[in-house]
């Protein structure tokens, strides 16, 4: 009797290492699918909101309507989706035929612009897509979108999330570091402007997805920025690489 109890016991403690195992891998998994940036944010407390890509192409050649609905139908189609007339808008001018589509979802926002431009003999792409699904990984348009032979896009990327308190001044540069030492960043330069803190610096973790830009002989592919939003009595913060191009 006493043999057949240490056996269950034996058996539970050995079910419990399994399944703490199985837990501690599931976890780690989870873990290392998870973006730097979403990581960074969960290191100082910050919620997720929402991620952006922009990016913009451009062709040393004007195009026709034709042409740049053709290009639009590309665009689209590397990104899986189809051309739906009534997100279409199509405008011109004596000199320029513009393309605007608009295509906006509960979690996710599409923006593109395609100008031709027939005084300077060029053809311009600008994209945007903002998502606000976890899940999402906003990369994973770059491989989609370099399926357009013939367009090299320059790509930025942008991250937003809150804090759900106010963050006094003295401790935003400090909040900051801490996202920085996450992404293993070293910093270049600073900037404050009523109430905005903002930081750039250099991560060569980052280096193989967001090559730097290099600017005044200065390295840069990542910039963080902290601000309170006194109306929703919270904190902003945004990650952007290799800039922040948006207005915060």
């Known amino acids: ?3 057949k109890s240490l056996t269950y016991i034996l058996i539970f403690i050995l079910l419990c290492s399994t399944s703490n195992y199985s837990i501690d891998y599931v976890l780690g998994k989870q873990i290392e699918k998870q973006s730097p940036y979403y990581l960074s944010f969960a290191s100082i407390g910050a919620i997720y909101l929402e991620s952006r890509l922009d990016c913009w192409a451009k062709i040393r050649t004007s195009s026709s309507q034709q042409e740049l609905q053709d290009h639009l139908c590309q665009i689209l189609q590397s990104l899986d989706l189809v051309l739906d007339q009534k997100h279409l808008n199509i405008s011109s001018t004596e000199h320029a035929t513009i393309l605007n589509y608009k295509q906006e979802k509960p ?3 599409l923006f593109i612009t395609i100008k031709s431009d027939n ?3 060029e053809s311009y ?3 945007s897509i903002i998502c606000r699904d ?3 990984v906003i990369s994973g348009y770059e491989s989609q979108l370099n399926r357009n032979i013939g367009l090299k896009w320059q790509y930025y990327y942008l991250y937003q999330g809150e804090i759900p308190y106010l ?3 003295k401790s935003k540069p400090e909040l900051i570091s801490v996202v920085l030492k996450n992404l293993q960043a ?3 330069e600073s900037y404050k402007h009523n109430g905005l803190v903002s930081l750039t610096a250099y991560s060569p973790v980052l280096e193989k997805t967001m090559p730097a830009l290099e600017l005044n002989g200065k390295k840069y592919n990542l910039q963080v920025a902290i601000t309170n939003n006194n109306d929703k009595a919270k904190a902003e913060i945004y990650i952007g690489s290799p800039l ?3 207005d915060i």
């Open 186 to 188: 070293r910093k270049i």
């Open 119 to 121: 005084r300077l003999n």
């Open 134 to 136: 976890k899940k999402c």
């Open 167 to 169: 963050i006094a001044e």
């Open 107 to 109: 979690k996710q926002n």
């Open 1 to 3: 009797m006493l043999k």
């Open 244 to 246: 922040i191009l948006v």
């Open 125 to 127: 792409f600008l994209l």
